[in-house]
């Protein structure tokens, strides 16, 4: 497929503020990964120099190999015990009073890393009272009692990404099946008392009535909260981008979430899953789950 020139409105400014080098410098000092950089999210720039960054568990290479993803992909290396720890000290650090976990797939673990993430929920939690926390995280190859660890832990918002709509899972490398998988998902985190999220790439080939569908079988499940963005191509090795959807075009899926009855919804060009995460959580009714 020829590739789609990038238009205007996918331009970001090289980093250049203080607090940008500052938050890198903590990063490296306590030797964590950010999705921020193994994913290589536009929005690293003005995020870091807003002083927040979503923190990458359980190293920086995924078991598995979706063709929109530019993390590593191989064998990963044992977790490290210390990172809770770790992660903690820099969530003090940067002075964060709302944190985002997630973490690349471990399906060499017998639960996925759901303890891993108990951890650094407790971790986090203890040594900076009051802090929120939302979690990112994999499908536990629909292992729900790993799900429960981590509900268990106590995060503000489980956050599961849908990634895209049924009848493109095949372009992302991803069997149909486990579209259903992460439905499950979502509605048993709602079960177990969770406050739920999740967020759809657009720009692989979907059509409209398609997005339809997924967002009617978000609200099926009970989401309460939605990002939608633009996917990017990260290399030539993966998935082509197949159209870049106008900010206009945003605005008017945003507009059908919201009537779907989701209590939140950033949609945009860059949006990507923890964009504006704070914002999100705090137009949530008090007692919201």
């Given at each position: 497929m020829r590739s789609v020139p990038k238009p205007s409105w996918l331009k970001v400014r090289l980093p250049a503020h203080p607090a940008y080098f500052e938050v890198g410098e903590i990063v490296r000092r306590n030797q964590l990964h950010t999705i921020c950089q193994s994913a290589r999210c536009p929005n690293v720039g003005s995020c870091w120099a807003a002083r927040t960054a979503t923190f990458l568990i359980l190293g920086d290479v995924c078991t598995r190999r979706c063709?929109?993803?530019?993390?590593?992909?191989?064998?990963?290396?044992?977790?490290?015990?210390?990172?809770?720890?770790?992660?903690?000290e820099a969530v003090g650090s940067l002075g964060l009073k709302y944190v985002v976990l997630t973490s690349v797939t471990r399906d060499d673990l017998p639960d996925g890393g759901a303890s891993a993430f108990a951890r650094t929920i407790g971790a986090v939690k203890r040594l900076n009272p009051g802090v929120r926390v939302e979690v990112l995280v994999p499908d536990f190859q629909g292992d729900l009692e790993a799900l429960g660890e981590v509900i268990?832990?106590?995060?503000?918002?489980?956050?599961?990404?849908?990634?895209?709509?049924?009848?493109?899972y095949s372009l992302?490398?991803?069997?149909p099946e486990n579209?259903?998988?992460?439905?499950?998902?979502?509605?048993?985190?709602?079960?177990?008392?969770?406050?739920?999220?999740?967020?759809?790439?657009?720009?692989?080939?979907?059509?409209?009535?398609?997005?339809?569908?997924t967002l009617a079988d978000l609200r099926e499940a009970d989401c309460d909260l939605l990002t939608l963005g633009q996917y990017l191509r990260p290399s030539r090795d993966n998935a082509a981008v197949?159209?870049?959807?106008?900010?206009?075009?945003?605005?008017?899926?945003?507009?059908?979430?919201?009537?779907?009855?989701?209590?939140?919804?950033?949609?945009?060009?860059?949006?990507?899953s923890s964009y504006r995460a704070h914002e999100m959580w705090s137009v949530l009714p008090k007692g919201t789950a």
């Open positions: 063709a929109f993803c530019a993390v590593k992909k191989g064998v990963p290396g044992p977790p490290r015990l210390t990172e809770p720890g770790r992660v903690a268990g832990a106590g995060p503000d918002v489980l956050n599961h990404n849908l990634e895209t709509t049924e009848a493109c992302i490398n991803r069997p579209y259903r998988r992460s439905l499950r998902l979502l509605k048993t985190a709602k079960k177990l008392g969770a406050t739920t999220k999740s967020g759809l790439m657009v720009g692989l080939g979907e059509g409209g009535d398609e997005v339809i569908r197949s159209r870049y959807v106008t900010p206009e075009e945003f605005e008017v899926m945003k507009a059908r979430a919201l009537a779907f009855g989701f209590k939140g919804v950033e949609a945009g060009p860059l949006v990507r």
